[in-house]
């Protein structure tokens, strides 16, 4: 069996899985499988594309990069260990890479003369478009050995559109050219497919477009060619009044390595892998693409996508539209937001996107970088890829939040993902992840999200109003907890229960530093906040003596102040939470035997 | 005819875990919101046959969404709403502002699925 076949394969069987409806098992199981399954696709790529001996040797690399030859005509055919090579170097062209970028960036900072600056410009300059060739061999290649990864998650169509138009809009400068995305009425607005993967197409195309486009339109046009079912076929055309293809040219131009004439590729630049990619990724998903052009009048990119239909539900959980209020936009402008993420066209579309909300923006998909930014420059907020090549979100969180500053150790760190599963969710408690954003997320939501963030920075919250009621009881020793009424609480489901348990221990734990710290800022309005969350937490699990102590936290914090009173009450916790958490612990193992 | 749909506003994981879970088993669709602002973004898209929300939540509290929900986008539908113990002065004016029911913590789901169930039922 050809590796590659197995690889797709393996591919559907993951997309099987991850479609499939879990709620039969529990989280935890799910996430076990997911894990064991991934663990296995990737000891099979290893198997696999562990390159023998000299294997992608440059010679074969230069035979590729020269040959026209007939026999090269389909560019998958390539080896798997070639795409492997190429796939490795680029990793580690890359890294290199950032830090020059990022340093140029650092230089351009320091007082320099009108020629220094000039020069640092051109270095960055040419450090982007190396970087961006780079990230395109890196794709190709990954696209190629089947490496990449297709999502199948819900989205709303319109907004990717809009998402693209916003972007190549931004690329028409002083050019007369108009764009325009019709959406045919027929074409249902909730998919289920990759979004990320539909907006590079889109935008390569519409990208290039209006790269050759002096002036003219720009027409994209999306129809329903057929509906089978849930199945729907999408096609989509984009015609552009640009300078045409000849028609020798038209018959290679899928081929990688291969752009219109060489002096195109000295005006437009480039690495002449776009179009290579745009069509593996659309005989990845199952699609095909066609093209259409007459020299002098135009050309017109045509392609089919299968999508299966989503539901509404779905997307509005995702997306949901609404305008954007002109207070939260006040209210982020001048914000620094640094942005690690590794796919240049989110890159490209976040840094547009807080751009036009007048953001101060960074953007890099290097930890290092990224942590060095953070250190020496005054940044309010971090938004974060969870998925990441070389560092995952996670890890960079936890180096940020290791930081010996004080105020980068506390920025607020939000996370972006396409798919955040339960096991995600508890891995952002873990690693100190304030909050997360769904990809793909509508502006709307990204600026609710920044505002959010912005006022829990300042600590604006303001907590009053509650009466405390003196008259406590007094509750028995800690030791002696009954989880039995939770437990039916939970219909007797015990790893809904764990779950809880689990969240119950973060946030203890979470309490305990949280109070820590706001006594040594005195900032009682913190502590009686974080008095406040916990309470109903502990009540739920019984825990009455930790509960006690919270709520003369709380009263403290409203009345006196009295910051002895507080340390004391704040070591009393510390000691007893262990004895609670051990506590529950037995409950849980006895009524698992029960 | 479809599942009732219910908007639960609860800046408490814990609790909003549990009771998301109830809820569901119960029956009805939930839309999860974990801050008064987020809740406020729903209500523009969502249109839930009942509200449940803490009455302290970080920007927007119960009061204000309650006020909200009455004033602003003049709706009737019924709201309950989760309060702590010891906090009756402010269920009296969340009565006063047009809350339909309350619930204080710690609190039982089944007890509140019986309250949600009957003012659906006055609907």
């Not at chain 1, 002083?174 to 027929?186: C, F, G, M, R, S």
């Amino acid at each position: 069996m050809n590796p590659k076949d197995l690889l797709s394969q393996l591919t559907r069987l993951e997309h099987t899985l991850n479609d499939f409806s879990f709620e039969e098992l529990t989280a935890a199981e799910a996430a076990h499988l997911k894990n064991s399954f991934q663990t296995f696709r990737v000891s099979l790529e290893n198997k696999i594309f562990t390159p023998s001996s000299s294997i992608g040797s440059p010679t074969e690399i230069d035979i590729r990069e020269d040959s026209t030859s007939k026999n090269l005509k389909k560019n998958n055919i390539q080896s798997p260990n070639a795409d492997m090579l190429v796939a490795k170097v680029s990793h580690e062209i890359r890294t290199p890479l950032n830090g020059i970028i990022g340093f140029a960036d650092l230089l351009k900072e320091d007082k320099l003369s009108k020629i220094q600056l000039e020069r640092v410009n051109a270095i960055q300059t040419a450090s982007y478009s190396l970087m961006e060739i780079i990230n395109e061999l890196l794709e190709y290649s990954k696209l190629s050995a089947g490496l990449e990864q297709f999502e199948s998650v819900d989205f709303n169509l319109n907004s990717v559109v809009d998402n693209v138009m916003y972007l190549c809009d931004t690329l028409i400068t002083d050019k007369n050219v108009e764009l325009l995305a019709t959406i045919d009425d027929e074409v249902p607005v909730g998919l289920i497919g990759d979004p990320s993967k539909l907006s590079q197409i889109l935008l390569n195309l519409v990208g290039n477009a209006v790269k050759f486009v002096e002036e003219g339109s720009i027409h994209l046009s999306i129809e329903l060619k057929k509906q089978r079912g849930n199945q729907i076929f999408l096609t989509f055309s984009i015609t552009d009044t640009g300078i045409g293809i000849s028609k020798n040219n038209l018959e290679h131009i899928f081929d990688s390595y291969k752009q219109a004439e060489y002096d195109t590729q000295a005006k437009y630049g480039g690495s002449g892998l776009g179009l290579s990619i745009v069509k593996q990724i659309i005989d990845n998903l199952g699609g095909d693409i066609s093209v259409d052009s007459k020299l002098g009048e135009g050309t017109t990119f045509r392609f089919m996508l299968p999508y299966k239909k989503g539901s509404i539900e779905n997307i509005v959980k995702r997306d949901s539209t609404i305008s954007i209020n002109s207070d939260e936009l006040m209210a982020v402008k001048g914000l620094r937001i640094l942005v690690f993420e590794d796919n240049v066209i989110n890159q490209k579309l976040i840094a547009q996107r807080l751009k036009s909300w007048q953001c101060k923006t960074y953007v890099t998909d290097n930890a290092l970088y990224g942590l060095n930014l953070l250190e020496t420059n005054q940044i309010d907020m971090v938004l974060m890829d969870l998925k990441m090549p070389e560092m995952s979100g996670f890890e960079v969180t936890q180096l940020i939040r290791k930081s010996k500053i004080e105020s980068v150790k506390q920025i607020p760190v939000i996370a972006v993902s396409a798919d955040f599963t339960a096991q995600d969710r508890e891995k952002c408690l873990q690693h100190k992840i304030n909050d997360f954003i769904l990809k793909p997320y509508s502006p709307d939501e990204l600026l609710t999200k920044l505002v959010k963030h912005k006022n829990r920075m300042k600590t604006t919250l303001t907590f009053e109003s509650q009466t405390i009621n003196p008259a406590m009881e007094v509750y028995s020793d800690a030791t002696k907890i009954n989880l039995s009424i939770i437990l039916e609480d939970c219909l007797g489901q015990m790893d809904l229960l764990e779950e809880l348990v689990l969240l119950y221990k973060q946030n203890a734990l979470e309490f305990i530093g949280i109070v820590k710290l706001n006594l040594d800022n005195e900032d009682l309005e913190e502590v009686a906040f974080a008095a406040h969350k916990i309470k109903s937490g502990l009540a739920m699990m019984q825990s009455k003596s930790l509960y006690t102590i919270v709520e003369q936290i709380q009263k403290i914090c409203k009345t006196n102040g009295d910051r002895k009173h507080l340390n004391f009450l704040h070591n009393c916790f510390v000691e007893e939470y262990p004895l609670v958490e051990k506590a529950i612990d037995e409950q849980i193992k006895a009524l698992k035997n029960r | 005819m479809g599942k009732k749909r219910l908007l639960l506003a609860e800046d408490d994981e814990l609790l909003a875990g549990l009771l998301n879970f109830r809820l569901e088993k119960g029956g009805y669709e939930v839309k999860l919101s974990s801050d008064g602002r987020e809740v406020k973004e729903h209500l523009t898209t969502y249109s839930p046959d009942l509200i449940i929300s803490d009455i302290m939540m970080p920007y927007f509290s119960g009061m204000e969404l309650i006020d909200y929900v009455r004033k602003e986008l003049n709706l009737s539908t019924p709201i309950i709403i989760i309060s702590s113990a010891g906090n009756e002065e402010n269920v009296l004016t969340a009565f006063e502002l047009g809350a339909n029911d309350f619930i204080s913590k710690p609190i039982s789901p089944s007890e509140l699925l019986v309250r949600i169930e009957r003012e659906l039922q006055k609907v």
